[in-house]
């Protein structure tokens, strides 16, 4: 029996061509940014056992391993270093032979068109594990920011392409962005992590990076990171990082917060990035190895999420699997 139905919303779902016809979101390599973490010495590749496939790279090993991912589509990587000289002050972010400005020196001696972008934030330099300076039992926004600004200029210096402040602290962008253009780096990107919540999906990340346990009397992150209830107050931020001279906008994590990165979109006229953190990676990692799910097709469908939801460039540790597949036939 045929049915009076105006409208079969299921023709343009009936074959491949037309779904790839009427498809909204697409994925391309250009979109991905790699995360990637440092070592001191030279032929290192250290296994991080949080985050599956995942390595600490030493900065010679680091070049061969972003030129075989320039090869298929991997053209920014965003890094990640620390120190094993913490202090209670993180001096040693400023440190012009530490593992981020060495890095960022070789990448773009060897291979001087990929983007370099580098996280500006001092928990992988302090002894507490906070991304500030603590006086008197607080995160001091303040006295972080003038260290922030001053590790920012180490990395300009070193020829990073984008910093990637991560701390949440009030008025670092602008703080940051000014100390750079007086010292004539007017060229060098800011992405801004707008709205970082206080999630519980960052676990495997803090073993990657080796960051302090959490201590000086904060057992959390809660007093400068975002509450995972609010929405309202990522738009907040999103307007004041604009104003004070970011050049994108970041949502971290990526998957449960899907809404926050449409919000953000719509409501400020930036590029938009998301992390897709190790959590979320190693949520699916896991699952995989039980058999609960098929590894690959979670990896395509969490990016194109994250893509349909607007982000414009999406952070993620499956960016070189997720370019290969992108660049195979059909």
Not at 249 to 256: D, Q, T
Request: proline content about 6%; some cysteine.
């Amino acid at each position: 029996m045929t049915y009076p139905i105006p409208q079969r919303n299921r023709r343009l779902r009936s074959s491949t061509p037309n779904r790839g016809l009427c498809r909204e979101s697409h994925l391309h390599p250009d979109q991905l940014i790699y995360p990637m973490f440092l070592c001191d010495g030279h032929g290192q590749q250290q296994p991080i056992l949080t985050l599956p496939g995942q390595y600490r790279w030493s900065a010679d090993l680091l070049v061969e391993r972003c030129a075989e991912n320039w090869e298929v589509g991997i053209h920014t990587v965003n890094l990640f270093g620390t120190s094993t000289e913490k202090s209670p002050g993180g001096e040693s972010a400023l440190n012009p032979d530490g593992m981020v400005p060495t890095a960022i020196r070789a990448l773009k001696h060897h291979l001087p068109e990929l983007n370099v972008q580098s996280d500006i934030a001092l928990d992988p330099y302090t002894t507490h594990g906070h991304d500030g300076i603590i006086i008197n039992g607080r995160v001091d926004n303040d006295a972080t920011v003038d260290m922030l600004q001053k590790m920012a200029l180490v990395h300009a210096e070193a020829g990073v392409d984008w910093v990637a402040p991560s701390d949440m602290m009030d008025g670092r962008v602008g703080a940051i962005r000014h100390f750079l253009d007086m010292h004539g780096h007017i060229h060098v990107n800011i992405l801004a992590y707008t709205a970082k919540y206080a999630s519980c999906f960052y676990g495997p990340f803090r073993g990657a990076l080796e960051t302090a346990p959490l201590g000086g009397g904060l057992a959390d992150k809660k007093t400068y990171q975002m509450d995972p209830a609010n929405r309202r107050e990522a738009l907040r931020e999103g307007r004041f990082d604009l104003a004070e001279g970011a050049d994108a906008l970041m949502v971290k994590p990526a998957g449960h917060y899907l809404d926050v990165i449409m919000a953000l979109k719509k409501s400020v006229d930036l590029p938009v990035a998301a992390y897709q953190v190790s959590g979320e990676y190693a949520m699916m990692h896991a699952a995989a190895e039980k058999g609960w799910l098929d590894l690959d097709a979670a990896m395509e469908e969490s990016l194109l999420c994250i893509r349909r939801a607007g982000a414009d460039m999406i952070l993620t540790y499956f960016a070189p699997d997720m370019a290969r597949k992108l660049n195979s036939p059909s």
